[in-house]
DNA sequence: CCGAAAAGCGCG
DNA sequence: AAAGCGCGCTTTTCGG
């Protein structure tokens, strides 16, 4: 490998330097790297510009206004393995700007593999490729960005004849290329069954994400309009009888204050606090107003002024992070898809292909079975079997009594989920409305009767405390083999990490065999343990549902629930509401 | 005045 | 012994 001042970067621009390109293509190599550059981030909306082929010590960087045959041409012969950095990224643009279909068949993801090898570090190209990257290579991109800002140049203007620019684009496919072979031994070595899962994952969701899912334009800007007027009404309101403004927090507790009302909580830096919670508890017409401003401003602003603004066409596009999470699991951005509230007001802006329905088909307490499974309680895999409800269950056992009433049972899904969390009493108290003595109380109880839950949490950090010994690195591996990483002072999360992660092994497996399934044109959005579909009528729902279920590879089975068929998203909330 | 940090809130 | 987990987005707040 030379060293990367003395890499080669090639600008084509003629047909002799395409031939000189497809003799060096001809070379043999382990991966091609591929790389794009692209005017901004949405492939409906922004220019593909650049295309660029690489391996350790040359790249090739074509104009995609010029040389776009070139590229199709290597993606439809080149036999040998592909790499890019967050592929799919590339892949849409070729497809959305290009018309160019790259198969993923021979495909291979830097971001994957340093995922996968270390979840807790950043996946961006220049820290992965830190390592190559030496001073003068990193004035590289010093350089274009000084520009940039100097000629007032964007990623849409920048001049193809800036050699920086070109010169940057060529560099980073070598980077890709570098960092490729550096880390696929130890992934095909000890991580090969999640790679291969999340490249399908990569694959099934690049194609949700070029699909898209439809909004219901004319309900939005109604609703827009609506909600601006209503929260410009209270704001109103609450000048007049207050002389403060709903949004400002600060004016909020002062004002409260002088009024007579008790605070007291406080924010780590010592503002008065002012969230749901405390304003919740009070009686004042002030603390009631806020909390209606607030969540109607985060319905208008989040959510369908950002679903106006995003549209194309009618059809959201979100970009969806098949890595999101350090555990593994998915996050979607632009716009946060997978955080419309739960009643039907946002979710009614969703709408179906034509002539389908939607259908939602979410796993149930996911993370409450696998916490069964890990912690292999007899008592509790067999209420999972058996179909009793977990919490009931366990309030039943601990409380030591026949019926548990509707109080106690919501304590004992507050203990289920504060030991799975790794919570404390004092949160776990609060949040199931008791005090933290009697959490404690509850908690230690809770242990007693079922000995596998605090075996299993001391399990966990023993591993971790071993390996943060031995190896440096606090860890441990779900089933599939995924690493879950812990911070040296926080590795009581791991015993969270372990079964969310796990749970974001299960639902990638999911897609992976509704696709497999013959379902892959029907999903529209992943929401961690959930997926939206649009689908026709006649569909076997059924199948759906078994397809999605794990009732093997768990000491619980790992069962799913489907919504019926919607008209639109919100008929869900309609549904278990009315 | 600008940018970063904090606060708050939406989901699983 | 004790420790609520993981995200994205908007607005306010605050330091430089």
Sequence with gaps: MLPIEETQINVVD????????????????????????????????????????????????????????????????????LVGQNSGFDVRFLKVQ????????????????????????????????????????????????GAMAAQGWSWGTIPFSFSTYTAYAGLDCILTA????????????????????????????????????????????????????YCADVEFWCLE????????????????????????????????????????????PLAKAVLEHRQKTKIGSSYFQNFLQLHDNGVLHPSINTLGARTGRMAVNTPAL?????????????????????????????????FAHFAAEEELIRVFHEGFDPHSYTAQQVFNVETPTKEQRQVAKGCTFALLFGAGPEKMGITAGITSEEAKFFMDSYKERFPGVPRFMKSVDNVAKQRLA?????????????????EKEKLYALVNALIQGTAADVFK??????DNAGYGSNMLLPLHDEILLSVPSDIDIQEVITTMEDRTSFRVPLICEASGLLERWGDKARAVVG
């Design 241 to 284: 009888n207050y002389g403060v403004r709903p949004s400002e927090a600060q004016q909020v507790a002062t004002k409260l204050v002088s009024e007579g009302v008790d605070l007291s909580k406080t924010t780590p830096t010592g503002m008065w606090a002012m969230d749901k919670d405390v304003l919740e508890g009070l009686e004042h």
């Design 178 to 229: 570098r960092i490729a072979e550096k880390f696929y031994p130890e992934v095909e070595a000890n991580y090969k069954d999640v790679y291969e899962l999340e490249l399908q994952v990569a694959r099934i969701c690049s194609n949700m994400e070029v699909k898209g899912v439809s909004i219901d334009l004319p309900y939005c800007k109604e609703k827009y309009a609506q909600i601006l007027d």
């Design 98 to 145: 290009g018309n160019i279909d790259v198969s993923w068949a021979n495909m291979h993801d830097t971001r994957i593999m340093a995922h996968i090898l270390n979840p807790n570090r950043s996946t961006s190209l220049k820290a992965l490729g830190a390592q190559f990257l030496t001073p003068q290579a990193k004035r590289l991109q010093g350089a274009l960005q």
């Design 470 to 486: 031995a190896e440096g690195t606090g860890y441990v591996k779900t089933p599939l083999g995924r690493r879950q990483v812990g």
């Design 338 to 370: 997978q955080t419309i509230p739960r009643g039907s007001i946002v979710r009614d802006a969703f709408l179906p292909r034509s002539d389908e329905h939607l259908l939602s088909v979410d796993y149930a307490g996911i993370e409450a079975r696998l």
């Design 509 to 514: 497996q999911a897609l992976v065999n509704l």
């Design 14 to 81: 003629s047909h002799e330097e395409v031939e000189e390109f497809f003799r060096w293509l001809s070379q043999s190599r382990q991966f091609l790297a591929f790389d794009t550059e692209t005017a901004g981030l949405s492939p409906q909306r922004d220019a593909l510009r650049l295309v660029q082929f690489g391996d350790v010590d040359t790249a090739y960087v074509f104009r995609a206004d010029r040389w776009l045959g070139v590229a199709e041409e290597v993606f439809q012969k080149y036999i040998g393995l």
